[in-house]
């Protein structure tokens, strides 16, 4: 082992004398000479140091001083002596040094890249993901970036950033294929390396504003899930270094991170379309007047970050003038969206079977078999309802297959139940069922609702049922109410009797026969209020 270079001055910055590797290292260093003119600067204003600063009034070592000598990083430990001289020991630490640097680089790029990775991830908007990775590759790789999504045609959808200013949000159109590199990263091949792009071919759309003459130009594929999540452009200055190998790869890495990211948005927003779209189809219809006959419904999925249940209810319009509707109301076992899925299959099979609207008992029989055949295990109840105006009148025909039976409001305030009943649908291979006829006269409503409303357990003790008394007791208030009202006060008074607790799902639909006279006021032009 080479021993350490060693040179020793006196008080005045005077060599004494050194080493043969002292010698090798500071040719210059013999014995007479000052340090100023043998050494670099910081040895001698280290040596300058320890003789100002008191220090030889300690015994043995000092501070230690470190700089450059011909290129290489050295460490000079000096050690005091007695005969007033300091010995200066010369430590190469370049290796060490570089050692050091590239662990603490490498620990940057790796706390970037987790950072990269937590951020992209984090958020699921395609349009911040790419706003995100244009500014964070401004921060630490270009001087300015482009995020490309994938091709429209030709049209891009681009989000460039210019380093210390905000991202922008472009759609430029293009041939990709005339950008060289630009083409194929879109298609999720490998990047072409840096040295072989001609900054000078960069079409305008491709420079910031400001950003000046370009230097040199990255262009990698943004890799996503199975297919390209588009492409990272990272522009330098003319003035600024060109892009290393080293940098090329890492910004790959970066890239890998970006396109994860993005293509997760991209997979989150196609399917949050897609369950918005089938969540619409399975969501209660908003009910109105049809046919001279008022309808209104309301429906509260049992958990209120869910939008759809089992409950559900539809109003079939008659194909012709004169005609009853056909109104459904059910209630599938379970809730949540297993449930939702088979109501739907329900109302759509019930909307196969409308030609049969008129025959209450054939429509449930054949749901019954299509329930029966299915791999479900769940069973519903369900209330059809047939309502048709005739003159100031609606005629109902009311059939329960194992439902809680329609409530009655009569304009006096009485409330009546609809004596129909019959068997659980999707349980048993034959089912019955009986049907009850009934006549609204104007401003009387019948009410179909869900045992979700009488068995909601709340109340001063929490664990009361509201029921079908107290139900009863709250639409004998509602005499003469618009269809509209009577729903809205039946949840209103369902939800305070509930409080914060748990429930089930809950739906009710009211059918109501208008009021058709009207008071005259200001000349006997005015409408005024319903008489009758």
């Given at each position: 082992m080479a021993p350490y270079p060693v040179l020793i001055a006196d008080v005045h910055g005077v060599v004494a004398r050194c080493n043969n590797a002292a010698e090798a290292l500071l040719p210059a260093a013999i014995p007479g000479a000052h340090l100023s003119d043998v050494g670099p600067d910081w040895l001698r204003d280290a040596h300058a140091g320890l003789n100002s600063s008191g220090a030889r009034s300690t015994p043995g070592t000092g501070r230690a001083a470190a700089g450059d000598i011909d290129g290489r990083y050295f460490e000079a430990h000096p050690t005091f002596r007695d005969d007033g001289c300091v010995a200066w020991w010369l430590v190469d630490d370049t290796d060490h040094r570089l050692v050091r640097e590239a662990l603490r680089t490498e620990r940057e790029l790796s706390a970037f890249l987790a950072k990269a990775s937590s951020v992209l991830l984090s958020s699921l908007n395609l349009e911040r993901c790419m706003d995100v990775t244009a500014q964070m590759a401004t921060e630490n790789l270009a001087d300015a970036a482009l995020v490309i999504a994938p091709t429209r045609g030709h049209r891009l959808p681009v989000v460039t950033c210019l380093r210390g200013a905000p991202p922008e949000t472009t759609t430029v159109t293009v041939d990709p294929d005339a950008v060289p590199g630009l083409g194929e990263a879109l298609r999720g091949f490998p990047p072409v390396p840096s040295r072989w792009m001609d900054p000078g071919t960069a079409p305008e759309w491709m420079k910031p504003e400001g950003m000046g003459p370009i230097g040199s130009i990255v262009i990698t594929?943004?890799?996503?899930?199975?297919?390209?999540?588009?492409?990272?452009?990272?522009?330098?200055?003319?003035?600024?270094?060109?892009?290393?190998?080293?940098?090329?790869?890492?910004?790959?890495?970066?890239?890998?991170?970006?396109?994860?990211?993005?293509?997760?948005?991209?997979?989150?927003?196609?399917?949050?379309?897609?369950?918005?779209?089938?969540?619409?189809?399975?969501?209660?219809?908003?009910?109105?007047?049809?046919?001279?006959?008022?309808?209104?419904?309301?429906?509260?999925?049992?958990?209120?970050?869910?939008?759809?249940?089992?409950?559900?209810?539809?109003?079939?319009?008659?194909?012709?003038?004169?005609?009853?509707?056909?109104?459904?109301?059910?209630?599938?076992?379970?809730?949540?969206?297993?449930?939702?899925?088979?109501?739907?299959?329900?109302?759509?099979?019930?909307?196969?079977?409308?030609?049969?609207?008129?025959?209450?008992?054939?429509?449930?029989d054949l749901l019954n078999t299509s329930m029966l055949s299915s791999h479900h295990t769940r069973f519903a109840t369900m209330i059809l309802a047939s309502a048709v105006r005739r003159g100031s009148m609606v005629d109902l025909k009311l059939t329960s297959g194992g439902h809680p039976r329609p409530l009655i409001v009569r304009a006096d305030g009485t409330v009546e139940e609809a004596d129909t009943h019959g068997t659980l649908i999707g349980v048993i291979p034959a089912i019955t069922s009986t049907s009850v006829t009934a006549s609204l006269a104007p401003g009387e409503s019948c009410v179909l609702y869900t045992d979700g409303i009488t068995e909601a357990k709340g109340g001063p003790m929490g664990d009361a049922l509201f029921g079908e008394e107290r139900l009863k007791r709250a639409l004998s208030g509602c005499a003469g109410m618009p269809a509209e009202g009577i729903v809205e006060h039946v949840q209103m008074l369902a939800s305070q009797w509930l409080g914060d607790g748990s429930h089930d799902d809950m739906a009710v639909v009211v059918i109501s026969a208008p009021r058709t006279h009207h008071l005259s006021a200001v000349n006997g032009h005015t409408r005024g209020r319903y008489t009758a």
């Open positions: 594929p943004l890799p996503g899930h199975g297919v390209p999540a588009g492409a990272l452009v990272l522009l330098r200055r003319a003035e600024a270094a060109a892009f290393s190998e080293e940098e090329e790869v890492f910004a790959r890495l970066f890239a890998a991170r970006a396109g994860a990211g993005m293509s997760a948005a991209r997979l989150y927003a196609e399917q949050s379309s897609i369950s918005e779209l089938l969540m619409r189809e399975l969501l209660p219809p908003s009910l109105h007047q049809i046919s001279g006959v008022d309808f209104a419904g309301g429906y509260r999925p049992s958990s209120d970050h869910e939008r759809i249940g089992g409950d559900f209810y539809d109003v079939h319009p008659a194909t012709v003038e004169g005609d009853a509707s056909l109104v459904l109301l059910g209630d599938v076992c379970g809730k949540g969206l297993e449930a939702a899925v088979l109501t739907g299959r329900i109302r759509n099979t019930l909307h196969a079977l409308l030609p049969l609207a008129d025959d209450h008992q054939r429509m449930l």
